[in-house]
């Protein structure tokens, strides 16, 4: 079955750093770019950053920018978000997701998300 | 970046057609033909319904269809059921290097 799943999500301070990662399976990975999306609790999807199949194009939305590095190990089939300077407002969930279609911006293949709390 | 408009609700009786819009500018939605909508059930992951404003995936019923006129996307869902019961959200391409998610439409089933 072609799949995501996250890990690495949990309880961090305010300030603090979270790496995240996301497994795919049976798919070709490396063929594929890929994307971070996330949800604050109870409101919409907000999209986080993009990397290209070799990860020659990386774009991140301005809410994150200079804070999280996306990067991924096509060998390992893995993809990754390391979060840095944590915010009360990056509490989401975080999705990982497949991109898609003639423009490269739709989400195809959705992992099951990884729940990221900033709390003190 | 700011999101794209959509209403906050829309609801229909089973076996009737309703419509979603999701409004943005010329600058995304209405600069290009890349745009995605999806269904998102409570408490699982979203689901690509439509992509590149009107192709649906495949295993995606035909009575999900879209379309755009302009600088607004629209969603129809025909023959509406029980189970299309749900969030949806669009997204458009707004550069190369940005994406962006509509506001979020609960649809309720009556």
């Known amino acids: 079955e072609v799949q995501l799943v996250e890990s690495g999500g949990g309880l961090v301070q305010p300030g603090g750093s979270l790496r995240l990662s996301c497994a795919a399976s049976?798919?070709?990975?490396?063929?594929?770019?890929m994307n971070w999306v996330r949800q604050a609790p109870g409101r919409g999807l907000e999209w986080v950053s993009y990397?290209?199949?070799?990860?020659?194009?990386?774009y991140y939305a301005d809410s994150v920018k200079g804070r999280f590095t996306i990067s991924r190990d096509n060998a390992k089939k893995s993809l990754f978000l390391q979060m840095n300077s944590l915010r009360v407002e990056d509490t989401a969930v975080y999705y990982c997701?497949?991109?898609?279609?003639?423009?490269?911006?739709?989400?195809?293949?959705w992992g099951q998300g990884t729940m990221v709390t900033v709390s003190s | 970046q700011s999101a794209l408009t959509q209403p906050a609700s829309v609801s229909g009786s089973p076996g009737q057609s309703i419509t979603i819009s999701c409004t943005g500018t010329?600058?995304?939605?209405?600069?290009?033909?890349?745009v995605s909508w999806y269904q998102q059930h409570p408490g699982k992951a979203p689901k690509l319904m439509i992509y590149?404003?009107?192709n649906r995936p495949s295993g995606v019923s035909d009575r999900f269809s879209g379309s755009k006129s302009g600088n607004t996307a629209s969603l129809t869902i025909s023959g509406l059921q029980a189970e299309d019961e749900a969030d949806y959200y669009c997204?458009?391409?707004?550069?190369?290097?940005?994406?962006?998610f509509g506001t979020g439409t609960k649809v309720t089933v009556l």
């Open positions: 997701a497949q991109s898609y279609g003639s423009g490269d911006d739709a989400f195809n293949i």
């Open positions: 049976e798919f070709i990975f490396s063929a594929y770019s």
């Open positions: 990397i290209s199949s070799s990860s020659a194009s990386i």
């Open positions: 010329s600058s995304d939605v209405g600069g290009y033909n890349y």
């Open positions: 590149d404003v009107s």
């Open positions: 997204s458009s391409y707004r550069s190369s290097t940005t994406r962006v």
